[in-house]
């Protein structure tokens, strides 16, 4: 019984690894994309977006990065950072409600024709960037309207998130 749970143990252990290491490759700037737009069709995005909800604290604690990655938007005529690389993608993990995160709500997208990247609209200083990953945070791990959709399983599986990632946060500030 006991070689079970080590198995166990050995391949969550692994997954997160695994994880974190992709992450680290966005961070490196591993993307191979020159234009946002393309971001979700990157190799390396596809396994962070793969990854799902266990991905988006991660990203979160990203959103503020301000280093200037390669990657053009035609929306905002200039290079985006690693901050709005993660918001694209913890965006297509679940989708972020943009009114509670940006303060900020645009019904029509009219500002970024052709853009699959919805949340591109929202870019914008980098003071706003930082008060939007707080509230994100905020929303990951108190709002509790993120689940009322979830059923069962998947319920089960996103509360552990939470708790796993309360505890990440209690033990940074200690």
């Not at 690894?17 to 069709?41: M, Y």
């Not at 604690?61 to 990655?69: D, H, V, Y």
């Not at 694209?88 to 009219?110: G, H, W």
């Not at 929303?139 to 505890?167: N, P």
Request: hydrophobic share 35%; glycine share 2%; charged share 25%.
């Amino acid at each position: 019984m006991k070689v079970f749970f080590c198995y166990i143990f050995l391949l969550i252990f692994t997954q997160a690894i695994s994880q974190t290491s992709l992450i680290q490759q966005l961070v490196d700037q591993k993307l191979t994309v020159t234009l946002s737009e393309q971001i979700i069709e990157d190799p390396l995005s596809k396994k962070i977006i793969e990854g799902g909800e266990k991905n988006l604290f991660q990203l979160a604690n990203l959103f503020s990065n301000n280093t200037e990655t390669t990657i053009f938007s035609k929306c905002h005529n200039r290079k985006i950072t690693i901050g709005e690389v993660a918001i694209v993608l913890a965006d297509k993990i679940e989708r972020i409600p943009y009114f509670l995160v940006f303060r900020i709500q645009n019904c029509t997208m009219s500002s970024c024709d052709n853009n699959p990247n919805f949340v591109e609209y929202y870019f914008s200083s980098r003071l706003r960037t930082l008060q939007a990953k707080e509230r994100y945070i905020n929303w990951l791990l108190f709002d509790k309207s993120r689940w009322k959709d979830k059923k069962g399983k998947e319920r089960k599986q996103s509360k552990e998130f939470v708790k796993q990632w309360r505890k990440e946060l209690n033990n940074s500030h200690s």
